[in-house]
């Protein structure tokens, strides 16, 4: 299964990857379905909507301080070195995520497009502004701050800058991906359940287009129906194995 792989890439003409939280969960970081911990009590899905925001904005905030707090101490694993490295040999040519987590970036991936939006930013409920905070320096003071954080350009109510259940897509990223997914002759999709639309439309376009479905993941999911192949295993272990086995036939 995994030579097929291996083969499938060093052969492709323009992969792709489609990833979702399964990636990052070796490096710590909890994936939505099947999760239970410290929010047993509230579900994600039900804490990150605009109406939960609008009733209780204390609640939805904590949570996804709480989130930046974890994502912000997670390292990159070998899955995403994986993917940034295969970048690097011009096979891969781009990772379309529905992570906020930021991860690829951190591990050297270029062309990223970031679906759902990321942790790290906020943005005005009102005005335009837009903050990355990572990028600001203003996390540790944002992260300390017990007030519901406020738009230093209107005073207004500031908001995680990631898609809620029930929001639009940002349009520019999905076009992107929807470009890129009609170009792509193969697509990983490694560590997402395929079930939230749009972004499962991803890997079907590449199948409708032609194009294989390389799936790595420990489970079966809404994908694998339509896996050319299927890789059953956790991310890290796999894309560690299938790096080496592609950089093999590279140099043959
Ligand atoms: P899910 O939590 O729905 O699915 C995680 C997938 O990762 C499952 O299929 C697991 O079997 C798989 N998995 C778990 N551990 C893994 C590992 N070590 N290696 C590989 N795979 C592993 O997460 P997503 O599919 O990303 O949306 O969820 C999609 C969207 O729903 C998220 O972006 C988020 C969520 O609600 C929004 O917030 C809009
Ligand atoms: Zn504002």
Redesign the pocket.
């Known amino acids: 299964m995994i030579g097929e792989a291996a083969k499938l890439l060093a052969r492709s003409r323009f992969a792709i990857a489609f990833?979702?939280?399964?990636?990052s969960?070796?490096s710590g970081v909890?994936?939505?379905?099947?999760?239970n911990g410290l929010w047993k009590m509230h579900r994600?899905?039900e804490l990150?909507t605009p109406e939960a925001f609008r009733k209780d904005p204390h609640l939805v905030w904590s949570f996804y301080k709480w989130r930046m707090d974890l994502i912000r101490k997670a390292r990159p694993n070998r899955?995403h070195y994986a993917l940034a490295e295969l970048e690097r040999m011009g096979i891969l040519k781009a990772v379309i995520t529905?992570?906020?987590d930021d991860l690829h970036r951190e591990a050297g991936s270029r062309n990223v497009v970031e679906?759902?939006?990321n942790i790290f930013r906020v943005r005005c409920t009102s005005c335009s502004y837009r903050e990355n905070l990572k990028e600001s320096g203003r996390l540790d003071e944002f992260l300390k701050e017990r007030d519901l954080p406020k738009c230093p350009r209107c005073g207004s109510l500031l908001r995680p800058d990631?898609?809620?259940?029930g929001?639009p897509?940002p349009r520019k990223s999905l076009e992107e991906a929807f470009r890129l997914a009609e170009r792509a002759d193969l697509v990983l999709v490694?560590?997402?359940?395929?079930?939230?639309y749009p972004?499962?439309y991803v890997p079907q376009i590449v199948k409708e287009t032609g194009g294989k479905v390389i799936e790595?993941?420990?489970?079966?999911?809404g994908i694998t129906p339509i896996a050319d192949v299927f890789i059953r295993?956790?991310?890290?272990?796999?894309m560690g194995e299938l790096l080496e086995l592609v950089r093999g036939l590279a140099n043959e």
């Open positions: 990833t979702g939280a399964g990636i969960a070796e909890p994936t939505f379905r099947g999760f994600p899905e990150a899955a529905q992570n906020v679906l759902h939006g990631v898609v809620w259940f929001e897509l490694i560590g997402t359940s395929g079930v939230v972004a499962a790595i993941n420990p489970e079966e999911s295993g956790k991310a890290g272990e796999v």
